[in-house]
């Protein structure tokens, strides 16, 4: 089971990024939780200050940007 | 404070990147040079409307307006956020650390210029900023500059209304914003500040920066540009066609009256109107050209304009939730008198 969580205050950008994510766990055909963090501290707490973040099995892979539901999967698939 | 660079697979576009980006560029240029011309042959050729007619000079207005902001911004914008890309506060956090209060409020100010800013991040920002030991005015410096003074806003200036005003404004922000971080630092608010972000300064903060590839960069610039332009056309549609209907019909004094010299409250008057607006700076150009060519002031007008970026309701709601009552009412004020001071410098300067 895969932990992907999306950083930030749930801001447009930030459910953007959700859905993305959302997309790219059917896409990427893996099993994993997206779990939306929007606890300011916690995001900070993670090294990223400028939202939306994203984390995938909490490694942050990209911050201040919505990558594509592609990209998401190829992360997926990758790790 | 360690920085982690993280890698990640890359995405190869269709045809070489250097070739597309080329293309695009060569034919924003020619849509550029050809633009005016072809607007005005529209007006007065194929529509046959008359030179020097109310109807024909705010329908000229608007047809080569449109077409010009539209580039301006769509270009500008994707070059600007494909330069900002290099820049993320996370990267930005660490020369901050560490400085004295006039040294980092200069820095602040000056890098709050090129690092990208969303209110929705500025929570983020602003405990990532404290809990580093970026000293407090520092880090106010910097939440002033960042939204008010953006390359974007200067490169529409400078492309509609040359490189004074540009710099006029750019000196304007970052005035505001070193003296704001100059008195919030003296005054010593700390207290002010939530307690929990208190307690978070110190542990062992780790700012991560996510390697990038070109084709990354690219395709967020354009996806940002698309999403940044959509969002604006009706502002724009409306601001351009105030501006042509103000160009070809309204007799300068009405503006004048409200805005112009002879009224001493303008500059706080047009900051009060401001408050309830918020706009993204570029969305404030069409309504900034229109009031300038109709003859207000220069001081009055970038008031107008850095009050419409800068005091932001949505983004004081935001902040509330790291700083007390007492703090963001220091902020508010701070930031508006500095802008009223600056509209009254100017109009007294250009005169």
Same mark, same amino acid.
């Given at each position: 089971?895969?932990?992907?969580?999306?950083?930030?205050?749930?801001?447009?950008?930030?459910?953007?990024? %959700?859905?993305?994510? @959302?997309?790219?766990?059917?896409?990427? *055909?893996?099993?994993?939780?997206?779990?939306? =963090?929007?606890?300011? $501290? %916690?995001?900070?707490? @993670?090294?990223?200050?400028?939202?939306? *973040?994203?984390?995938?099995?909490?490694?942050? =892979?990209?911050?201040? $940007?919505?990558?594509?539901?592609?990209?998401?999967?190829?992360?997926?698939?990758?790790? | 404070?360690?920085?982690?660079?993280?890698?990640?697979?890359?995405?190869?576009?269709?045809?070489?990147?250097?070739?597309?980006?080329?293309?695009?560029?060569?034919?924003?240029?020619?849509?550029?040079?050809?633009?005016?011309?072809?607007?005005?042959?529209?007006?007065?050729?194929?529509?046959?409307?008359?030179?020097?007619?109310?109807?024909?000079?705010?329908?000229?207005?608007?047809?080569?307006?449109?077409?010009?902001?539209?580039?301006?911004?769509?270009?500008?914008?994707?070059?600007?956020?494909?330069?900002?890309?290099?820049?993320?506060?996370?990267?930005?956090?660490?020369?901050?650390?560490?400085?004295?209060?006039?040294?980092?409020?200069?820095?602040?100010?000056?890098?709050?210029?090129?690092?990208?800013?969303?209110?929705?991040?500025?929570?983020?920002?602003?405990?990532?900023?404290?809990?580093?030991?970026?000293?407090?005015?520092?880090?106010?410096?910097?939440?002033?500059?960042?939204?008010?003074?953006?390359?974007?806003?200067?490169?529409?200036?400078?492309?509609?209304?040359?490189?004074?005003?540009?710099?006029?404004?750019?000196?304007?922000?970052?005035?505001?914003?070193?003296?704001?971080?100059?008195?919030?630092?003296?005054?010593?608010?700390?207290?002010?500040?939530?307690?929990?972000?208190?307690?978070?300064?110190?542990?062992?903060?780790?700012?991560?920066?996510?390697?990038?590839?070109?084709?990354?960069?690219?395709?967020?610039?354009?996806?940002?540009?698309?999403?940044?332009?959509?969002?604006?056309?009706?502002?724009?549609?409306?601001?351009?066609?105030?501006?042509?209907?103000?160009?070809?019909?309204?007799?300068?004094?009405?503006?004048?009256?409200?805005?112009?010299?002879?009224?001493?409250?303008?500059?706080?008057?047009?900051?009060?109107?401001?408050?309830?607006?918020?706009?993204?700076?570029?969305?404030?150009?069409?309504?900034?050209?229109?009031?300038?060519?109709?003859?207000?002031?220069?001081?009055?007008?970038?008031?107008?304009?850095?009050?419409?970026?800068?005091?932001?309701?949505?983004?004081?709601?935001?902040?509330?939730?790291?700083?007390?009552?007492?703090?963001?009412?220091?902020?508010?004020?701070?930031?508006?008198?500095?802008?009223?001071?600056?509209?009254?410098?100017?109009?007294?300067?250009?005169?």
């Amino acid at each position: 089971m895969r932990t992907i969580e999306v950083l930030g205050s749930g801001c447009a950008n930030c459910n953007r990024l %959700e859905a993305n994510a @959302r997309e790219a766990v059917t896409m990427a *055909g893996v099993e994993a939780e997206v779990l939306h =963090v929007t606890d300011p $501290r %916690e995001i900070v707490g @993670r090294g990223v200050m400028s939202t939306p *973040g994203l984390v995938i099995d909490g490694k942050v =892979v990209s911050a201040g $940007r919505i990558p594509s539901a592609g990209d998401i999967a190829a992360w997926l698939n990758e790790g | 404070m360690t920085t982690t660079a993280l890698s990640r697979p890359g995405r190869f576009p269709r045809l070489p990147l250097p070739v597309v980006a080329g293309a695009a560029a060569a034919a924003w240029l020619v849509a550029w040079i050809v633009e005016a011309p072809a607007a005005d042959w529209f007006t007065f050729s194929v529509l046959n409307l008359e030179h020097g007619s109310h109807f024909g000079e705010a329908v000229g207005f608007f047809l080569e307006d449109m077409p010009k902001v539209l580039l301006l911004l769509s270009g500008i914008v994707t070059v600007v956020t494909l330069i900002r890309s290099f820049f993320p506060p996370e990267r930005i956090r660490p020369l901050l650390v560490g400085r004295g209060l006039l040294p980092g409020s200069l820095a602040a100010a000056g890098v709050g210029v090129i690092t990208p800013f969303c209110s929705c991040s500025a929570v983020p920002l602003f405990i990532g900023f404290v809990e580093a030991g970026v000293p407090l005015g520092v880090t106010f410096a910097f939440l002033i500059s960042s939204p008010m003074v953006n390359e974007v806003a200067l490169v529409m200036l400078w492309g509609l209304f040359g490189p004074w005003i540009a710099l006029a404004y750019m000196d304007a922000g970052l005035t505001v914003a070193v003296v704001g971080g100059l008195i919030i630092g003296k005054l010593g608010l700390e207290r002010y500040v939530e307690d929990y972000v208190w307690e978070l300064q110190g542990r062992p903060s780790t700012a991560i920066v996510v390697k990038l590839s070109w084709s990354d960069r690219l395709t967020d610039a354009l996806a940002y540009t698309r999403t940044l332009v959509r969002k604006l056309l009706p502002y724009l549609v409306v601001g351009i066609g105030l501006g042509a209907l103000i160009h070809g019909y309204a007799p300068t004094d009405l503006v004048a009256a409200i805005g112009g010299r002879s009224n001493p409250l303008a500059v706080p008057l047009v900051v009060l109107m401001a408050v309830p607006m918020y706009s993204n700076a570029a969305g404030t150009i069409p309504i900034v050209q229109a009031l300038l060519g109709k003859g207000m002031p220069l001081g009055t007008t970038l008031a107008f304009m850095m009050a419409v970026t800068a005091i932001s309701l949505p983004e004081f709601v935001i902040l509330r939730r790291v700083m007390k009552l007492p703090l963001l009412a220091v902020f508010i004020g701070v930031v508006s008198t500095g802008i009223i001071g600056i509209g009254y410098l100017f109009n007294f300067l250009a005169n």
